[in-house]
């Protein structure tokens, strides 16, 4: 079955570097994702990974991928109270043509 | 083109009235998908349609939920007989699938709450 499995709250100080993790049960998930939701808003797409890649970079956004784990990470460098969020991973399904979401973490941003 | 938008943003209705949700998505999508989120959850997959096609339909979505698209552009969710169970926030994301890699964009959502 599909079921993706994430840590419910993160707080990190302004400055350093935030790691949010992700479990996921689907092993021929195809793409994996992340997300951002700000309060009473929808999800923005903030950077995916194909799932024969191990890593990939888009400014201050690191995504790793550890197959054999089933997990995901996102890091955030130097954090930004703007980055205060919920964020989602999210797992495309080998067999399906939908995206599988997380439960969110929660980052909390302490200027 | 200014992205996915939701009309209603906010509903709120008596238990036992019809509700109906519009989406109008990105232009070029051929993709558009419905989302239930509850507070303190991930979004939970609900249908979705490839143009006007209904392709694919949670065992969530109970008989009184029913969604169309009947042109493959904008589409509509209607909830029949609202229960207090419904209140959530509905979801639209639309897409345009590039080989294997479905990148959905969202919608602000409509926040429904059933009194």
């Known amino acids: 079955g599909e079921d993706v499995e994430q840590s419910l709250f993160l707080s990190v100080r302004e400055g350093d570097s935030s790691v949010i993790n992700c479990t996921y049960t689907?092993?021929?998930?195809?793409?994996l994702y992340w997300y951002k939701q700000e309060p009473g808003a929808g999800l923005q797409l903030l950077t995916y990974?194909?799932?024969?890649?191990d890593m990939k970079q888009d400014q201050r956004l690191t995504v790793l991928l550890n197959k054999k784990d089933k997990h995901l990470s996102l890091r955030i460098a130097d954090t930004q109270t703007g980055d205060s969020a919920i964020y989602f991973c999210?797992?495309?399904?080998?067999?399906?043509?939908?995206?599988?979401f997380g439960t969110g973490t929660l980052l909390a941003v302490q200027p | 083109d200014t992205g996915v938008s939701q009309d209603p943003r906010h509903k709120i209705t008596k238990r036992g009235q019809n509700v109906t949700f519009r989406c109008d998505p990105i232009?070029?999508?051929?993709?558009l998908y419905w989302y239930r989120q509850t507070l303190g959850q991930g979004p939970e997959f609900l249908t979705y349609?490839?143009?006007?096609?209904?392709?694919?339909k949670s065992r969530l979505l109970s008989d009184r939920f029913s969604a169309e698209r009947p042109k493959g552009s904008f589409s509509t969710l209607e909830i029949q007989r609202t229960e207090q169970g419904d209140s959530a926030m509905y979801l639209c994301?639309?897409?345009?699938?590039?080989?294997?890699?479905?990148?959905?964009?969202f919608g602000s959502g409509t926040q429904l709450s059933v009194l």
């Open positions: 999210a797992e495309l399904g080998g067999a399906t043509n939908k995206l599988i």
């Open positions: 349609f490839q143009n006007e096609a209904q392709l694919e």
């Open positions: 994301a639309s897409s345009s699938r590039q080989g294997d890699n479905e990148k959905l964009f």
């Open positions: 990974i194909f799932s024969n890649m």
């Open positions: 689907d092993s021929s998930s195809t793409y």
């Open positions: 232009s070029e999508h051929n993709r």
